[in-house]
């Protein structure tokens, strides 16, 4: 497993990590299987948030309940939780109030003193980066957060947080698979007429602005895409001409294709965190393959291409 730095904070964590969104309906067993398949491949990073599964906080309080770390084995693992969104809304809340009382609440849940790592989980158009900044101060002063970061939050975005926020904001988990890679794709075709791939979306930018000011990308879903109903493009029909170059390297390799799509987010100069979500155990190990897997720059643009971008 290669860890990459996890921002400025001198920590290195495994670029693949753990998500646990989808964990709430699985027995004991099941997530002791998980979480030992994860420890086994080199794993000690898992991905909760507030919201994850059925009702909140159930998906932090079932891997914990399954688990039932001792003190030992909890500071061997990190773990990062989000807040910020009003599931019952739907609507976006980065007050004092809200972003305390749900790590609160998310420390109950999992069980433990502190969490490593808490993101704001989706921008609030409300936001009042004073507010933030004192919520933060609190919980990093009082023990409950080590290190805190953004998800889906686009570089603007992020200035406008660091004008109070005094921490650095060490991580931002963003959407990205190849097969939904607009956030690396819109780059290649910059500056072209008459492609919506050239189009400069609010994020755009957001990959470089990250490695400038040493933030580390997490690629969550990244076995997703967006054609036919969405969902997983490895053996999916829509995705015929990527997959036969995905099952092509993985002949090369001798890995699942499974690691081949995570080899195309770690082979990323950015050195991002992929953030999994299977709950199965043995799809963890093969796609833990992939981690440090190193795709030459040709296999790199090709599985690009054969996604349907554009490499001019
Ligand atoms: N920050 C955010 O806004 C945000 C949003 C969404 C998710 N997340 C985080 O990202 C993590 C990953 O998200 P995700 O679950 O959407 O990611 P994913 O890893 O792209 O997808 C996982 C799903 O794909 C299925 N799957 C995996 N390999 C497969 C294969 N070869 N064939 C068919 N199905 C396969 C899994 O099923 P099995 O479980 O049966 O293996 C699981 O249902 C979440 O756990 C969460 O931590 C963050």
């Not at 158009?125 to 957060?145: I, M, N, Q, Y």
């Not at 990244?222 to 997959?243: I, K, M």
Request: proline share 5%.
């Amino acid at each position: 497993m290669r860890n990459v730095p996890l921002g400025p904070t001198g920590l290195t964590v495994p670029n693949v990590v753990a998500g646990m969104m989808r964990i709430d309906d699985k027995t004991d067993a099941e997530v002791r299987a998980l979480y030992d398949a994860a420890r086994g491949a080199g794993i000690d990073f898992f991905d909760h948030a507030d919201i994850y599964a059925r009702s909140l906080h159930s998906a932090e309080k079932r891997f914990a309940e399954a688990l039932d770390l001792s003190a030992a084995e909890r500071g061997e693992i990190r773990l990062q939780t989000k807040a910020g969104i009003v599931r019952e809304g739907p609507y976006f809340d980065f007050s004092y109030e809200h972003l305390v009382s749900s790590v609160e609440a998310s420390l109950r849940a999992l069980q433990t003193d502190y969490v490593d790592v808490l993101l704001l989980h989706r921008p609030d158009a409300l936001v009042e980066p004073a507010e933030v900044a004192r919520a933060f101060d609190h919980l990093e002063s009082t023990g409950k957060v080590r290190a805190f970061g953004v998800s889906n939050h686009t570089p603007r975005q992020i200035d406008l947080l660091r004008t109070a926020v005094r921490q650095p904001l060490v991580a931002n988990q963003v959407q990205l698979s190849i097969a939904h890679a607009p956030l690396v794709t819109q780059g290649l075709a910059a500056n072209m007429e008459s492609t919506p791939q050239s189009s400069v979306l609010d994020g755009g930018g957001l990959v470089e602005y990250c490695r400038i000011n040493g933030i580390t990308l997490q690629a969550w879903s990244p076995l997703q895409g967006t054609r036919g109903n969405g969902g997983v493009f490895l053996g999916h029909p829509e995705y015929a001409e990527l997959n036969a170059v995905i099952d092509e390297l993985a002949e090369k390799y001798d890995v699942t294709p499974l690691a081949i799509a995570v080899a195309w987010i770690t082979r990323h100069p950015a050195d991002m965190q992929v953030v999994l979500g299977t709950t199965t155990a043995g799809r963890l190990a093969d796609a833990a393959a992939g981690s440090d897997l190193r795709l030459t720059r040709a296999e790199w643009y090709a599985l690009v291409r054969a996604a349907g971008y554009i490499v001019p």
